[in-house]
Antibody
Framework: EVQLVESGGGLVQPGRSLRLSCAAS????????MHWVRQAPGKGLEWVSGINWKSSTIGYADSVKGRFTIARDNAKNSLYLQMNSLRAEDTALYYCAKDIHLAVAGNFDYWGQGTLVTVSS | EIVMTQSPATLSVSPGERATLSCRAS??????LAWYQQKPGQAPRLLIF???TRATDIPARFSGSGSGTEFTLTISSLQSEDFAVYYCQHYNNWPFTFGPGTKVDIK
């Protein structure tokens, strides 16, 4: 059974940093691209970042470019999101999502339950 | 950035009826369009990719069509478990973007 378990969320002040993690199991992690997608409270979905199987192709939403960094450790079956210079508008539930392909296809067939990030003073 | 729009914002449908949801892209995305279903308190679920290919275990009552800038998701006969919010998403190029969603509720 595919499982994606996010962690690392919490309450953080504007301008500070946070690192999210996603532990993957139930599939061959290094056979698939991975993504972060977020959802602000009561709002729609926003793709944040994606990374291919060997970390050679990485993309970001314009809203986080230069502030967020995605990374993966295939030996640990883990995906990460380093979030710097956090803003109130980054407040959201952050989902880890599995792509259907090792390259970045952009389709997300499995999702975690999310970790909540709240940016507030 | 490609902007995705969806209509209507809310669709009220009786169980057993047909539902037709629309999605439009601000420029062509070819057939690189996916649909997701999200129920309250749950993560989204992939329904359709490639504009018309059902994902694994998705019932045949869900169908997708379209290409370029105009797309449609049709639910042929709504079941109680289909009342949810539906999002379209393009993946033609970075950044991938979602539409604002269509809420399908009970009439």
């Amino acid at each position: 059974e595919v499982q994606l378990v996010e962690s690392g969320g919490g309450l953080v002040q504007p301008g500070r940093s946070l690192r999210l993690s996603c532990a993957a199991s139930g599939f061959t992690f290094d056979d698939y691209a991975m993504h972060w997608v977020r959802q602000a409270p009561g709002k729609g979905l926003e793709w944040v970042s994606g990374i291919n199987w060997k970390s050679s192709t990485i993309g970001y939403a314009d809203s986080v470019k230069g502030r967020f960094t995605i990374a993966r450790d295939n030996a640990k079956n883990s995906l990460y999101l380093q979030m710097n210079s956090l803003r109130a508008e980054d407040t959201a539930l952050y989902y880890c999502a599995k792509d259907i392909h090792l390259a970045v296809a952009g389709n997300f067939d499995y999702w975690g339950q999310g970790t909540l990030v709240t940016v507030s003073s | 950035e490609i902007v995705m729009t969806q209509s209507p914002a809310t669709l009220s449908v009786s169980p057993g009826e047909r539902a037709t949801l629309s999605c439009r892209a601000s420029q062509s995305v070819s057939s690189k369009l996916a649909w997701y279903q999200q129920k309250p308190g749950q993560a989204p679920r992939l329904l359709i990719f490639g504009a018309s290919t059902r994902a694994t275990d998705i019932p045949a009552r869900f169908s997708g069509s379209g290409s370029g800038t105009e797309f449609t998701l049709t639910i042929s006969s709504l079941q109680s478990e289909d009342f949810a919010v539906y999002y379209c998403q393009h993946y033609n190029n970075w950044p991938f973007t979602f539409g604002p969603g269509t809420k399908v509720d009970i009439k």
